[in-house]
């Protein structure tokens, strides 16, 4: 299991408070629950005050807290008990200390309308503050830790996809091909898929999100296309390649504009990933790439960013796109994974995951090649 650095978290998110001269945080959000306590259970709040905090849960999850967060004070809600309640508790036993006017931060981008104004009545007289992406930012920086953590999935991802190129048949559709791919994902070690997986074949590989179906069998398709990635021990992997089938590969022209497509999405996924580094721009990546695909004549089939953060989620806070901000640093873990997509013949996308190291990259996914 990995042991991340919890109370240095806890830290970072209290010189926040204290910046934005709040009294509490009120942590709402599972993924942020647990990156802040190590906690993986659901339903169950984190009360963070300027010295203590308290985990607020239910009977369901008494013992997994004291097996996963000994550290961690809890009030456990009982039959007949509210959240609402619980937060009254925790503030009575002076976790936000002795101020007479409080202000306590609370998660605006996944808060309920409705349980914000459930607490806005209940609590009068605390100002609840709405905060945007604070645990995110700091998620956005790995440490040590999480690094590893998402070497494993991404090595778990590849030893899984590696499997089942080695065992495709003729007659397996996308949705086979799926569903044997998230079973190699568990044989190998992962816990669970990162999101689902896309396997597209021939014209639904234009659909970025395609989702698979069980209708043309790989034996009538040209190309295909696979979009995995493992999660293991809360974190994830994300990859994506293309590639011929036989009757692709037996097909003049259709192997000849594979080529020629798949040929410009690495020539800008190479130049994005060479121009990498701490200090760069984040849409200046993006335009690296998009500029490549878009001096090949392809520019209007490629639509969506070149790159996201990873981490406990597949779209994790930063990014690489036109709207990106901010610069590189140290410590992101981002996708990259440009891609051209033509309607009625399909789509062609490379992603790997790159690491931002003190002087440029790392690609985690390294052992994975581009025509794999």
Known sequence: MLRASESK?????RAIMSREELDGFL??????????TGFNGDDSFLLLGSQEQVLLSDTRFEEQIAEECPEIDALIRHSGQTSLQLVREAIGNGVLGQAKK???GIEAST??????????EAFPEIEFVPRDSDIESLREIKDEGEIAAIRQAIDTSIKAYRSLRGAMSSEQTEA???DELEYLFRKHGGDDVSFPSIIAYDARAALPHAIPTRGQRL???SMVLIDWGAKQNRYVGDLTRAFLTPRGEADAVFRKKFKEVFEIVQEAHDAAISKMSPGVSCQEIDRVARDTIKHAGFGDYFGHGLGHGIGRVVHDYGGLSPRAHGQLRPGMVLTVEPGIYLPGWGGIRLEDDV???????EILSSDLGATD
């Open 219 to 221: 034996a009538d398709a």
């Open 102 to 104: 409080l202000r306590v």
């Open 9 to 13: 978290r806890r830290a970072d998110l």
């Open 176 to 178: 086979d091909l799926r």
């Open 111 to 120: 808060m309920t309308v409705a349980f914000y104004r459930a607490l806005t």
């Open 355 to 361: 690491l931002v190291t003190e002087t440029g990259v």
């Open 27 to 36: 942590a709402t959000d599972p993924i942020n629950v647990s990156y802040l």
